[in-house]
């Protein structure tokens, strides 16, 4: 029977992940391959599924844990998006904050599951804003140092690295990247890619290509420190409507809730490692984002659509205290609101400390 191919794409919150799968997918589409995405967060509501639906793919959403703790979640994922229309390939999105992806996630899935799944090297993607000075072992990297051991795990067990965003990059600065993470990780392969411009893409295909002995780098991994650090992220989803009288600009609204986050917690010194935010009006969608203090809030996905009546989500992941990140959202958005004349209601907020991660399998020997 043909196996499909589950190519795992990691990386830190922020890092671009769902811009390069995404990127994957419209490739493997235009091949004439059948192509379906699974998704990955600790709550519902994710931003990410509604924006990779938005282009027409087939999304599984495993939503209120990670595939870590929940493999029979994502297998049973696996096996929806099976049932609908078999894919050809199915690329996967870890929650950014997660490790230890190859014991948890690759190897059971190799050894459970071998009739059904090829599963691709492991490429995961190094963010830079935070990447050099993580990797540069800067005392203040924004995050503590248990959340900057996370960053440097998930790196660890990658088959190989995709260092991205090179088209915000001066030369010298991917080389200096490109430098560090030889430093840290010898002998693992790096591309250099710009998931939004699409340069280096082909390089990760032919990578996935690849066959041999990968999903090999298994972790030594303390769980204290990884639970501590992913506890030390604020996490919210919220999901509202907002209405107004006279049509507003989509693009505004979703672009405004995200600038206004980044101002409020700047004032507290709270670290974003990702704020987004989408709009959507019908078919229209706006996708607004924020990675780090020092970089610009951007609008990712433009609608160029003007409302009367818009469905937002907002997902954040910051250093902060999850009750005050709620404020900090509401606030946000009620002055956004105002400025456009319009009224926002709150349908769903969830907001957490991620809990002490349990993994389903752990598989530490070679499969
Ligand atoms: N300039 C630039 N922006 C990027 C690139 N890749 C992703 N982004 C942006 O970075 C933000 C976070 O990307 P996303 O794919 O959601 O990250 P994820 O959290 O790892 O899934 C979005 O605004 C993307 O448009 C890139 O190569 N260059
Ligand atoms: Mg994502």
């Not at 703790?69 to 929806?80: E, I, K, R, S």
């Not at 600065?173 to 790096?190: H, S």
């Not at 910051?318 to 456009?340: F, G, K, N, Y």
Request: proline fraction near 5%; charged fraction near 25%.
């Amino acid at each position: 029977m043909r196996r499909a191919r589950f190519i795992p794409i990691g990386g830190f919150l922020g890092a671009g992940k769902t811009t390069l799968i995404a990127r994957l997918a419209r490739k493997y589409r235009d091949q004439g391959l059948g192509v379906g995405i699974v998704t990955n967060d600790q709550a519902t509501d994710l931003v990410d599924t509604h924006m990779l639906q938005s282009e027409g793919f087939e999304v599984g959403e495993v939503a209120g844990s990670c595939f870590c703790c929940n493999f029979d979640g994502l297998t049973a994922v696996l096996a929806q998006l099976e049932s609908r229309r078999k894919p050809d390939v199915v690329l996967v999105e870890p929650v950014g904050s997660c490790t230890d992806i190859v014991a948890t996630v690759v190897r059971p899935l190799r050894r459970l599951y071998e009739d059904k799944f090829e599963v691709t090297p492991y490429g995961v993607i190094l963010k830079p804003s935070h990447g050099r000075k993580i990797l540069r072992n800067e005392p203040r990297a924004g995050f503590s140092p248990k959340a900057a051991y996370i960053f440097k795990k998930q790196l660890e067990e990658a088959d190989f690295v995709i260092l991205n965003r090179i088209d915000e990059l001066q030369p010298e600065e991917v080389d200096e990247l490109a430098g560090l993470i030889a430093g840290a990780f010898p002998g693992v392969p790096v591309v250099r890619t710009s998931a939004k411009t699409g340069a280096g893409v082909d390089a990760v295909l032919e990578i996935l290509e690849q066959q041999g002995d990968f999903g090999r780098r298994v972790l030594d991994l303390d769980y204290d420190i990884y639970a501590e650090g992913e506890a030390e992220l604020g996490w919210l989803n919220s999901s509202l409507r907002v209405t107004a009288p006279e049509p507003f600009s989509l693009d505004s609204l979703s672009l405004d809730i995200v600038r206004r986050m980044q101002q409020s917690l700047a004032t507290r010194a709270a670290e974003p490692a990702h704020l987004k935010t989408i709009g959507m009006s019908g078919d229209r969608h706006a996708v607004a984002n924020l990675v780090s203090s020092d970089t610009p809030a951007v609008l990712s996905l433009a609608s160029d659509f003007q409302t009367r009546q818009a469905d937002v989500i907002v997902n954040a992941r910051v250093a902060i205290d999850p009750t005050e990140l709620v404020e900090h959202v509401q606030t946000a958005v009620r002055v956004t609101c105002q400025s456009l004349n319009a009224t926002a209601e709150f349908l769903q907020t969830r907001s957490f400390r991620p809990g002490r991660p349990t993994p389903t399998y752990r598989i530490m020997d070679a499969v």
